[in-house]
C-alpha cells in the first residue's frame, strides 16, 4: 500500500498524561493556498488504499480495526463515515453507534456493551461515539450515575480515574489480541456547530437530523470542555493513541480521518495468505483441468454447429429435388 502521507499525525496525536485545553487547539484546517486542493487528492489517494488494504485484512483474518470516532453534536461523524469508508467492502465493516444504555446494560459494567460490538479478525469496526461516553456526558450529567447502582468508592478514590485505568486495560487487551485501536475526536467550534444546527432546522431535508436536546447540551459547553480535557490525555496511550482533528472544514476532517486510518493500516503490514506449497504445486493441474473444460466445451459446439448446418442443407437438397420432381409432372 505505498502512499505519500499528507498529513504528520504528530500534530493532531494527545500525548498521554499531559494537560490538555482542548478550547486551545485548532478547530479549523490551515489557510493555505492549495490546501483545498491537495486535502482532495489525499482523501482521494487514501481512500483508493484504503479499499486495497480492507481486502487484505479481511483475507489474511489475523487482526482487525477498530476505529472510535467522538466529538460534540454535529462534529459531522456520519458524514465522515460516509466520505472515508464508503468505497470499502461493506461485507468487512460494520458500524455501531452507542445510545443511552437500556435497562439490562445497566446492570453490567460499562465495557460489557462495546465487547459485543468489537470487530472480529479481518474487519473493520467504527463506533459511532462509544464507550466513553460514560466518561464524557455521564460525567457532565452524574444523575446519570443513579441507575448503575455502583458500589460506594472509599474517601480519597475517583470513580472517572478507576474508569480511565480500566479503559486503558481494555484496549491493551484489544491490542495484544491483534485489534489496532484509533480513536479520533472530531473538534467542532461552538460558532460552527450553531452554524449546522441552524442548518437542521431551516432545512427541510436536514429537519430529519435535529434534536431539541442538542441544545440543552449546547449549553454545558464548557463543562464538556473539562471532561474532553480530563479523558483525552488520560487514555491517549501509544496502544491505543487520541488524534484531535479539527472539524470546522469538511473537506479538511475527512482527508486528515482517512490519512489517520491509512497510516495506521500500513503499519500492520497487511498481506494476502501463501498458499501452501504442496498445494502451489498443484495449481498448473488446476489450470490444466479448466482450460480443457473450456476447449472440450468449444468442441462440442462446434460438434453440434456442424450437424445442424449439415441437417440445413441435406433438408434444402430435399427441397431442391421435392421442387425439380413437381416440375418435372407438370
Same mark, same amino acid.
Given at each position: 500500500?505505498?502512499?505519500?502521507?499528507?498529513?504528520?499525525?504528530?500534530? $493532531?496525536?494527545?500525548?498521554?498524561?499531559?494537560?490538555?485545553?482542548?478550547?486551545?487547539?485548532?478547530?479549523?484546517?490551515?489557510? =493555505?493556498?492549495?490546501?483545498?486542493?491537495?486535502?482532495?487528492?489525499?482523501?482521494?489517494?487514501?481512500?483508493?488504499?484504503?479499499?486495497?488494504? /480492507?481486502?487484505?485484512?479481511?483475507?489474511?483474518?489475523?487482526?482487525?480495526?477498530?476505529?472510535?470516532? /467522538?466529538?460534540?453534536? +454535529?462534529?459531522?461523524?456520519?458524514?465522515? =463515515?460516509?466520505?472515508?469508508?464508503?468505497? =470499502?467492502?461493506?461485507?468487512?465493516?460494520?458500524?455501531?453507534?452507542?445510545?443511552?444504555?437500556?435497562?439490562?446494560?445497566?446492570?453490567?459494567?460499562?465495557?460489557?456493551?462495546?465487547?459485543?460490538?468489537?470487530?472480529?479478525?479481518?474487519?473493520?469496526?467504527? $463506533?459511532?461515539?462509544?464507550?466513553?461516553?460514560?466518561?464524557?456526558?455521564?460525567?457532565?450529567?452524574?444523575?446519570?450515575?443513579?441507575?448503575?447502582?455502583?458500589?460506594?468508592?472509599?474517601?480519597?478514590?475517583?470513580?472517572?480515574?478507576?474508569?480511565?485505568?480500566? =479503559?486503558?486495560?481494555?484496549?491493551?487487551?484489544?491490542?495484544?489480541?491483534?485489534?489496532?485501536?484509533?480513536?479520533?475526536?472530531?473538534?467542532?467550534?461552538?460558532?460552527?456547530?450553531?452554524?449546522?444546527?441552524?442548518?437542521?432546522?431551516?432545512?427541510?431535508?436536514?429537519?430529519?437530523?435535529?434534536?431539541?436536546?442538542?441544545?440543552?447540551?449546547? &449549553?454545558?459547553?464548557?463543562?464538556?470542555?473539562?471532561?474532553?480535557?480530563?479523558?483525552?490525555?488520560?487514555?491517549?496511550?501509544?496502544?491505543?493513541?487520541?488524534?484531535?482533528?479539527?472539524?470546522?472544514?469538511?473537506?479538511?476532517?475527512? +482527508?486528515?480521518? &482517512?490519512?489517520?486510518?491509512?497510516?495506521?493500516?500500513?503499519?500492520?503490514?497487511?498481506? $494476502?495468505?501463501?498458499?501452501?506449497?504442496?498445494?502451489? +504445486?498443484? $495449481?498448473?493441474?488446476?489450470? /490444466?483441468?479448466?482450460?480443457?473444460?473450456?476447449?472440450?466445451?468449444?468442441?462440442?459446439?462446434?460438434?453440434?454447429?456442424?450437424?445442424?448446418?449439415?441437417?440445413?442443407?441435406?433438408?434444402?437438397?430435399?427441397?431442391?429435388?421435392?421442387?425439380?420432381?413437381?416440375?418435372?409432372?407438370?
Amino acid at each position: 500500500m505505498a502512499n505519500t502521507h499528507q498529513f504528520d499525525l504528530k500534530k $493532531f496525536r494527545v500525548p498521554f498524561g499531559e494537560k490538555l485545553r482542548i478550547r486551545k487547539l485548532p478547530t479549523s484546517g490551515p489557510s =493555505i493556498d492549495g490546501m483545498k486542493e491537495k486535502a482532495a487528492q489525499s482523501l482521494s489517494s487514501d481512500v483508493s488504499s484504503l479499499q486495497g488494504a /480492507q481486502e487484505r485484512l479481511y483475507a489474511d483474518g489475523k487482526q482487525s480495526l477498530l476505529v472510535i470516532l /467522538q466529538g460534540m453534536d +454535529a462534529a459531522g461523524k456520519d458524514g465522515t =463515515i460516509r466520505h472515508v469508508m464508503g468505497g =470499502i467492502n461493506p461485507q468487512g465493516c460494520v458500524v455501531s453507534s452507542f445510545k443511552a444504555p437500556n435497562s439490562e446494560e445497566l446492570q453490567h459494567h460499562f465495557l460489557m456493551r462495546p465487547m459485543r460490538c468489537l470487530p472480529k479478525r479481518g474487519m473493520i469496526g467504527i $463506533f459511532n461515539r462509544s464507550y466513553y461516553e460514560e466518561v464524557l456526558v455521564v460525567r457532565v450529567h452524574p444523575e446519570f450515575l443513579k441507575p448503575q447502582v455502583l458500589p460506594t468508592l472509599r474517601r480519597g478514590e475517583s470513580l472517572w480515574e478507576h474508569r480511565f485505568a480500566e =479503559i486503558r486495560q481494555f484496549e491493551e487487551m484489544l491490542t495484544r489480541h491483534g485489534t489496532t485501536v484509533i480513536k479520533i475526536f472530531l473538534h467542532v467550534s461552538q460558532k460552527e456547530q450553531r452554524k449546522r444546527l441552524l442548518e437542521r432546522l431551516k432545512d427541510s431535508t436536514k429537519h430529519w437530523k435535529f434534536n431539541a436536546g442538542d441544545l440543552k447540551e449546547r &449549553a454545558l459547553w464548557d463543562k464538556y470542555e473539562e471532561a474532553i480535557d480530563a479523558m483525552l490525555p488520560a487514555t491517549s496511550t501509544k496502544a491505543a493513541p487520541w488524534y484531535v482533528v479539527p472539524a470546522d472544514d469538511k473537506w479538511y476532517t475527512r +482527508a486528515v480521518v &482517512a490519512d489517520i486510518i491509512t497510516q495506521h493500516l500500513q503499519k500492520m503490514d497487511l498481506k $494476502f495468505p501463501e498458499v501452501p506449497a504442496e498445494e502451489l +504445486a498443484r $495449481f498448473p493441474e488446476y489450470i /490444466q483441468t479448466l482450460e480443457q473444460e473450456i476447449t472440450s466445451g468449444d468442441a462440442k459446439k462446434r460438434g453440434r454447429s456442424g450437424k445442424s448446418n449439415k441437417g440445413k442443407k441435406s433438408g434444402r437438397k430435399k427441397k431442391s429435388n421435392a421442387a425439380d420432381s413437381t416440375d418435372t409432372g407438370t
